[in-house]
Nanobody, 124 residues
Framework: HVQLVESGGGSVQAGGSLKLACVAS????????MAWFRQAPGKERERVAT???????SYVDSVKGRFTIYKDNAKNTLYLQMDRMIPEDSAVYYC???????????????????WGQGTQVTVS
């Protein structure tokens, strides 16, 4: 069992930055397939970024060039650096982890085994 705890959310002006963190429990962090999702009111939960055990990343088109997903295996921590933020980035952001490495970036919520509680991000 893996527990995920997100932090770093808050309110920021358009054009500003936030960095989210997700701390994972357990000793299998380096082997997990991990992702950040977000869900705005009235919208479906959306894959924002993924990173596999080898460090390969992928992003939804709307955040390419602005967001960076990375991890620190020594700290069991996943990060999402968000720069040049826009109001459309406002959402609850969730950390997710999967036990299986997919052949292509995993976009569906059913492809993940563990989820964090979410952290609110608001861009005004």
């Amino acid at each position: 069992h893996v527990q995920l705890v997100e932090s770093g959310g808050g309110s920021v002006q358009a054009g500003g930055s936030l960095k989210l963190a997700c701390v994972a429990s357990g000793d299998i962090f380096s082997r997990l397939y991990m992702a950040w999702f977000r869900q705005a009111p009235g919208k479906e939960r959306e894959r924002v970024a993924t990173i596999d055990s080898g460090g390969r990343t992928s992003y939804v088109d709307s955040v390419k060039g602005r967001f960076t997903i990375y991890k620190d295996n020594a700290k069991n921590t996943l990060y999402l650096q968000m720069d040049r933020m826009i109001p459309e980035d406002s959402a609850v952001y969730y950390c997710a982890a999967g036990l299986i490495q997919p052949q292509a970036p995993a976009l569906g919520i059913r492809q993940y085994d563990y989820w964090g509680q979410g952290t609110q991000v608001t861009v005004s």
